[in-house]
């Protein structure tokens, strides 16, 4: 499927197409300011639940589906596969690897604003779980993908002690002044188990968690500093009360 055109998600026919970062259909006039992919493999052990996340019926018109038998597999594909302006919906906060690694060649400088209640940050040597869902952050920053001024993380509060001990080491913070100053675009990774269970469903809920009225102020914040180069949505079930809160996020971040 080429990534120019996409299925529109209101009249279904295969007829919108890309112009500019965004699409229009040709058969019923609607505009949309991104293209979707999904991405419905979590890489982990009893993740079915959040893969089945990324079948999420969302309002953008799907521009093609990522579904490798190996995550290197998937990271590829969904790089070089990526729209003018993808939101990405994912199983696992594993998706958002491809993506930026699809996008960093795009922009002089692109940052990644992680918004997320867990780091991502373990790797092989200090995982207890040995799911990679817990290693795409550090995984791009270990590979010099991005580099750590350029990365926020937003969010954050069930942290094992060596991801901590990363981030006091990198001086990674959920600092958008810092994060931002300086890059040409922005990559935001929302893992929606970010906010307080009581506003989504997830696989992975912690408690006391920001509304998501504070997250829309914070996606708000973040896209009046720079252009958002793409967004990537992941960490939670198929669920259609899930729909509107991930809408309405997705509008907070200019979708």
Do not use: K
């Amino acid at each position: 499927m080429s990534f120019l055109r996409a299925r529109c998600p209101d009249c279904r026919t295969f007829t919108a197409v890309a112009v500019g970062p965004g699409y229009e259909c040709h058969a019923c006039g609607r505009e949309f300011a991104a293209g979707l992919i999904r991405v419905p493999r979590a890489w982990g052990a009893g993740g079915q639940a959040m893969a089945e996340g990324a079948n999420l019926a969302l309002a953008y018109p799907e521009t093609g589906v990522v579904a490798r038998d190996s995550l290197a597999e998937q990271t590829t594909e969904l790089a070089a596969m990526l729209p003018e302006r993808p939101l990405v919906l994912g199983g696992c906060c594993c998706a958002h690897m491809g993506a930026v690694r699809g996008l960093v060649g795009r922009v002089d400088r692109l940052a990644v604003v992680w918004l997320d209640a867990h780091g991502d940050l373990n790797t092989p040597e200090t995982s207890p779980s040995g799911n990679l869902w817990g290693m795409p952050l550090r995984t791009l920053l270990d590979d010099g993908v991005v580099a750590p001024q350029d990365v926020a993380l937003v969010g954050a509060r069930s942290l094992d002690p060596p991801e901590q001990a990363y981030l006091d080491e990198a001086g990674i913070d959920d600092s958008l002044e810092r994060s931002l100053a300086g890059v040409d675009a922005v990559y935001i990774a929302l893992d929606v188990d970010v906010l307080d269970p009581g506003d989504a469903e997830v696989f992975v809920p912690e408690p006391d968690g920001p509304t998501t009225e504070q997250i829309e102020a914070i996606l708000r914040d973040a896209v009046s500093r720079v252009p958002l180069a793409g967004i990537g949505v992941t960490g939670h079930v198929r669920d259609d009360r899930n729909i509107p809160v991930v809408s309405r996020l997705l509008a907070a971040a200019g979708l």
